[in-house]
C-alpha cells in the first residue's frame, strides 16, 4: 500500500511540474534523482552505502521529499514572477506597456477582429494582435499599425497571456480568470466582443464574468448580462451596443459578389456541437434524410467538434464518405459556403443568424429546449431570446416531422413570412448595421485616452 501511495503521489507530482512548466527534461530528472537517492537508502548500490531504511519509512520518507521540492520548484517559480512583475514596475513598465493587445484563440476568430483592427490602425493606433494559430490570416494580410505574434499552444500560450503588459486586452475568448487563463498583473481593461449574433448568456457558466466591458449588437443581450451581474452580485461592466463588424463585412462582400451562379438546389448541414446540438440529439440519421431528399447536401460541423467530438466526426465521415451528393466543408472563411447554400439547417449555432441575416435565406432548425446547465443561461430561469427568435426565421424540425424533410425544405423557401421574420430578428441582434468597426474602434479609444489619463494622476 505504502508503495502504491508513493507511486501515485510521484506519478502526481511530475505531472504536475510538466504541466506547469511545459518541460519534461524537469520531471525527467527529478525522476532520476529519486532512483538513485532510492538505490542510496535501500544499501542497494554494491553493498558500498552505509545508510540503510526499511522500504516501509523509504517510500514515506520519499514522498515527503518529493512534497518538499515541488513545493520549494513552486515557491520559487511564484517568487520568480512576483519580482518580475515589481522589477518590471518600475522605469520601462509604461514605455513598454502596449496600448492595445488582441487575443484569438483560434485563426477562424479572424474575422470577428479584421474589421476593427483596421480601423484602429486607419486611425494611428498601434496594436498588438497575439493568435493561438500559427496559419492565422493576420500573418498574412495584417492591417496596418497591427503587429502579429504567434504565441504557441498550451502553456507557452498561458503564460505569455497571464504576464502580458497592457493597457486593453480585447478577446472573443470566454472564460477568463476561470481556467487557465488569468488576468495579467499589468493589463488594466479586458474587454469582450462576441463571435456571433446570438446569445450572449449560451457561453459555458462565468464565461464573461471577470471581464471589464462588453461590446454587443443587441439590447437583449445587455439585459441578460444585467441579470447576471445581479444574481451574482457582481460589479457592472460596462456594456456597449456596437452592432457586429465581422456582419457588416460579410454583408459588404455579398453585396460585391452578387447571388451565388446558378446551380442545384443546395441544402447547408452546420450545427454546432456538445450533446445538445444536432449530432448529439440525431448523430447520423440526419444525414440519412438529407440524402434522401435527392438535393445536394453540404456538411459543416463546427470547428470544435473535431476536437471534443472527434470519434463522432471520424464515424460520420466514415460513414458518409464525399460524393457527387455529399461534401464535407471545413473553410476556414464561411463566406462561399453560406453563399452558395439556398437552405440551413442547423440548431444554436450562431451560423443561423449569420445565414438568415446577411443571406436573407431561410433556416429549419431543431428545437432549442437545450439543456442548459453547463451554460449562464441557466441561472436566468427564462425563455432564451432564440427560443422566440427561431420560429421567425424558419421551421423547427423534431423527430415527427423529419422524414418530411424534403417538404420543409421546399415550403420554407416558398413562404414569404419568413422574410418579413428576418427583418424583425434583424433589427432586434444587428443593431448599427454598418457602423460596427467604427464605434467598436470608438469605444477602444475613448477607453484608451481615459486609461492613460488616469496613468498620469
Known sequence: MLQMAYAFAAGAVLAFLYEKTGRIWIPVILHASLNIAASYMRGEASGAFLLYIDPGTGSMLF????????????????????????????GKADADREDIVV???????????EPVLKELGNRGCRVLYLTASEDDPAFASSPENVRAEYIGPANKMYGRLNNINARIVLSTTPGLEVYQWKRAPKAAWYVHIPHAASEIVLYRMFGLDYYDAVLLSGKYQEDGIRELEELRSLPAKETRIIGIPYMDTMADRLALAGPAPAHERTVLLAPSW??????GVYGGSIIDVLLKTGYHVIVRPHPQSFQSEKELMDELMSKYPQSSQLEWNRDTDNFEVL????????????????????????????DPDIDLSPYDAWWLKKPLWTASALPRLGVRLTEDNMQDLRSLIDSCLADPRFAEGRAEVRSETWEHK???????????????KELKKEEQQ
Open 339 to 366: 453563399r452558395r447554400s439556398d437552405i440551413l439547417v442547423s440548431d444554436f449555432s450562431g451560423v443561423v443568424f449569420e445565414f438568415s441575416l446577411i443571406y436573407d435565406k431561410p433556416v429549419i432548425y431543431t
Open 434 to 448: 454598418g457602423e460596427g468597426a467604427v464605434l467598436a474602434a470608438d469605444y477602444l479609444m475613448d477607453k484608451l
Open 63 to 90: 514522498t515527503v521529499l518529493i512534497g518538499v521540492i515541488s513545493a520549494a520548484v513552486y515557491s520559487i517559480r511564484v517568487f520568480a514572477m512576483k519580482a518580475k512583475v515589481k522589477l518590471g514596475a518600475r
Open 103 to 113: 487575443f484569438s484563440d483560434n485563426k477562424r476568430y479572424w474575422t470577428v477582429f
Open 274 to 279: 456538445g450533446k445538445s446540438a444536432l449530432f
